[in-house]
């Protein structure tokens, strides 16, 4: 068995940018489709490589100005946040102050991500001419106006001012793992330094090679229109309302617009069909490729084998909030028909309309505040029961709960002794600050399922709360469903 051998200690982050891993993702009108993982970078861009030349730039100046030269620096970054999550994470050590200057549009997963960082953060509309005193471009030259004192410690790293060298590493990147056999390249585009740049270096390895530009529905970038400000997407990191100065959209050799819900929807099915972790903006450049073989299927030959890459340039645990959260994809129309079904399965339909009370629960096993610490844990251990129902000794009503692992925490930690009784270390209802959800015979499964997203167990009662009548965990839910499919 071979081991591969591990990296070396290393005193920065530096270390693990770039050399990021290639995968075969899957065929299309005989195409395979291979994904270039940016995302693994630390930050989990694509631009933690240009973020790493700058930072590298920026040591170097600061070795000659000082030791203490980079806490007196402040970069201002107007970005879609993907730059400014890596300048961010690479260069958290410098204590450099970075102000990031983000559309509206940028997830609340990002800015929360952001301010962890330190980051301090400048909200801008979504839909602006660059000219205008509200875009992203004015905010940060006001910005710097207003905060330079030597224009030596206040930077703003724009498009315009950031290094290309990166990208011909990654175009040779791209050309050593697929050994130079590489006929299409798929790549988002916003600002359109990335296409621009890594098209070039990649057409002096392979000039055939046909490089496609990815953006949303509504982008202007692959031209026919200088700006439109009448509508806007939801996929971070893609698309401009303007045509940036001196960008060429000539530089592709195609152009794809994908719409928000083929973006979002084809990122889930990477994440869950394959563990691939990407975000949107990577879902939307999958799709384009699809999308794309669709409308251009390459003609059939017996001997060449197509090869098309992707360039999938955002992670998702920076978009929990909206690309994982189903209720988000749906109250947003952003579910395709295939997703729509399967999580109408997952959540409704597997259950055809069963109810707790088919779960066919024992009766339940109760006790009162007045039972003994060792009387609880004899019948939970004997019963092999997690958790029991506390309910009040007269009216029988219940009142709150015990669980094993917190009554044999207290008894360990000396808190409590056998012989008292359970109520000085029981979970009380009355003292619970949230709303007390009733599960009865009647709920549903489905409702059922959603409760034990956040909790380990359901006390299952009459629609009063007066009466007790079994406990419910996951594991009943999932044998129910074993049982049905079973018969």
């Known amino acids: 068995m071979s081991v591969r051998s591990a990296p070396p200690l290393s005193d920065s982050l530096y270390v693990g940018v770039g050399s990021t891993p290639m995968i075969r993702a899957g ?9 270039k993982l940016e995302y693994v970078n630390p930050g989990g861009s694509l631009k933690d490589r240009v973020a790493l030349q700058v930072l590298k730039e920026l040591d170097a100046q600061d070795k000659v100005a ?8 402040t970069l201002i970054v107007p970005s879609t946040g993907d730059f400014g999550v890596s300048v961010a994470t690479l260069g958290a050590r410098h204590a450099y102050r970075v102000i990031c200057i983000l559309p509206e549009r940028t997830s609340a997963d990002r800015v929360a991500l952001l301010k962890a960082l330190g980051v301090e953060i400048v909200r801008v509309p979504n839909k602006v ?13 006001r910005l ?12 703003v790293l724009d498009t315009a001012s950031l290094p290309t060298d990166p990208y011909a590493t990654l175009a040779q990147e791209i050309m050593d793992q697929t050994q130079g056999q590489l006929d299409f390249l798929f790549v988002g585009v916003a600002s359109g330094t990335t296409i621009t740049h890594l098209s070039r270096a990649l057409k002096a390895h392979c000039p055939d090679i046909k490089v496609i530009g990815v953006e949303p529905q509504h982008s202007v970038l692959s031209g026919g229109r200088e700006h439109s400000l009448k509508a806007d997407w939801r996929v971070e990191d893609l698309g401009s309302h303007v045509v940036p100065p001196r960008f060429d959209a000539s530089v592709a050799d195609a152009w794809v617009q994908v ?32 999308q794309y073989f669709e409308q251009h299927p390459p003609e059939n030959h017996s001997t060449h084998e197509y090869r098309a890459a992707v360039i999938l340039g955002d992670r998702a645990d920076q978009f929990t909030s909206t690309l994982l959260s189903d209720d988000w994809l749906f109250e947003n129309d952003l579910a395709d028909d295939i997703m729509v079904k399967e999580l109408e399965y997952a959540t409704f339909n597997r259950y055809r309309g069963a109810s707790v009370e088919d779960l066919q629960l024992p009766v339940a096993i ?36 015990v669980s094993l692992a917190s009554l044999q925490a207290h008894v360990d930690h000396g808190d409590v002794q056998l012989d008292q009784p359970i109520d000085t270390c029981m979970f009380s209802f009355r003292k619970q600050k949230s709303a007390y959800q009733v599960i009865t015979p009647d709920t549903s499964l489905a409702d059922l ?9 359901a006390v299952v009662t009459d629609v009063a709360r007066k009466w007790c009548l079994g406990v419910a965990t996951k594991y009943d839910l999932i044998s129910f469903l074993h049982r049905r499919q079973g018969l």
Not at 27 to 35: P, R, S, T
């Open 27 to 35: 065929a299309h009108n005989n195409v395979d489709i291979l994904a």
């Open 66 to 73: 000082g030791v203490h030269a980079s806490r007196q620096k």
């Open 129 to 141: 001419q660059p000219e205008a005193p509200e875009s992203a471009q004015s905010v940060a030259q």
């Open 144 to 155: 710097a106006e207003q905060l330079q004192h030597d224009p030596a410690q206040v930077i």
């Open 259 to 290: 719409s928000d819900k083929a973006a979002y929807s084809t990122a889930r099915r990477l994440i869950r069909d394959q563990g691939v972790l990407c975000g949107p903006s990577s879902g939307a450049v999958m799709a384009g490729a699809v």
């Open 366 to 401: 109760t006790v009162t505040p007045a039972t003994t610490v060792s009387r609880a844990l004899d019948l939970m251990l004997e019963r092999e029961f997690s958790q029991l129902p506390v309910v009040h000794a007269d009216n029988k009503k219940l009142v709150g709960y």
């Open 449 to 457: 399922a959603k409760f034990f997203e956040h909790n380990s167990f």
